[in-house]
């Protein structure tokens, strides 16, 4: 059986989230939702994850898994509000305590808080398999975007989160903490070694002038056309070119809350004694 994939384009942080079941009526994983977040007021909202939502609801589907393919650094998560409203388990690759280690020092968090994935339902290992209703899917080990990077195969589709881009737009960038170029071009050699019809799903879509968004492409088409790494690139060139280019790279606008978020899985740090909940911003630190 092959899935059904519906996407939801977030247009305030070119994020695209997924539904993918086996039938109406049937059972469904959701992938990279999002928790709209306005950092000028500091406030939270659910538009984005309603739709996706709503959409579960239409077509009667049962949630089992609700998938994040790493702790993004541009949006904030809404695993936990689609859990309260759809049921299902959060989970993330067993790297993820990696990313927790380091960003817990970042951002010198509570005491309490635990760098073993204690947070989320179930941490991935690479290769590890699993089942949405009747459909069979692998969890696949991508590291190089961040040390955690997972993605997702569900039969001919591959939920591949920022380790790829649309051919135009290139792969992911290595220079947040833990990052590694050499890593991300082996993961994305790895993901192209499937069969060249595989249906390869974007996290995010950054189109160039005159290109509407667009977030499926598949093997065949990233091996011929991707701007950085099409068949011939060498993992050196590569990796010169991806040194390079991150250089010139500003911060994504959320990455401070969203990381600060998502390694608790999506839940905001626990309320101060006034019962407001605070998100950090280091200063001169990264």
């Not at 388990?89 to 010198?108: C, E, L, N, P």
């Not at 006034?274 to 200063?283: A, Q, R």
Request: include cysteine; glycine fraction near 6%.
């Amino acid at each position: 059986m092959q899935p059904q994939v519906q996407a939801f384009f977030d247009p305030a942080t070119w994020t695209v989230s997924y539904v993918v079941y086996d039938r109406p009526g049937g059972h469904a994983a959701v992938i990279d939702s999002v928790l709209d977040f306005d950092p000028k007021s500091g406030r939270t909202r659910t538009v984005s994850a309603d739709r996706l939502i709503a959409f579960v609801r239409e077509q009667g589907l049962t949630v089992q898994w609700i998938l994040e393919t790493h702790a993004h650094a541009d949006h904030l998560s809404a695993a936990p509000y689609i859990r309260r409203e759809l049921g299902g388990r959060i989970a993330i690759g067993a790297a993820i305590t990696k990313v927790q280690d380091v960003f817990k020092r970042v951002f010198h968090l509570e005491p309490q808080f635990r760098t073993d994935g204690a947070q989320f339902d179930h941490l991935w290992q690479d290769e590890e398999t699993f089942t949405i209703g009747e459909l069979q899917a692998r969890a696949l080990s991508v590291p190089g975007h961040t040390p955690a990077c997972m993605a997702y195969q569900v039969g001919d589709a591959v939920f591949v989160g920022d380790t790829l881009f649309m051919p135009d737009v290139g792969t992911a960038r290595c220079d947040f903490p833990g990052g590694d170029a050499h890593a991300l071009y082996r993961s994305v050699r790895k993901l192209l070694s499937l069969p060249p019809h595989t249906r390869l799903y974007m996290c995010h879509d950054y189109p160039p002038p005159g290109r509407a968004p667009a977030w499926e492409s598949t093997v065949a088409e990233q091996r011929a056309h991707n701007i950085h790494i099409h068949d011939g690139v060498s993992e050196e060139a590569f990796v010169e070119m991806r040194t390079k280019r991150d250089a010139t790279l500003e911060m994504p606008t959320l990455i401070l809350p969203s990381v600060q978020v998502n390694i608790r899985a999506g839940e905001l740090p626990p309320p101060e004694a006034n019962g407001v909940s605070y998100l950090k911003i280091p200063v001169n630190a990264l």
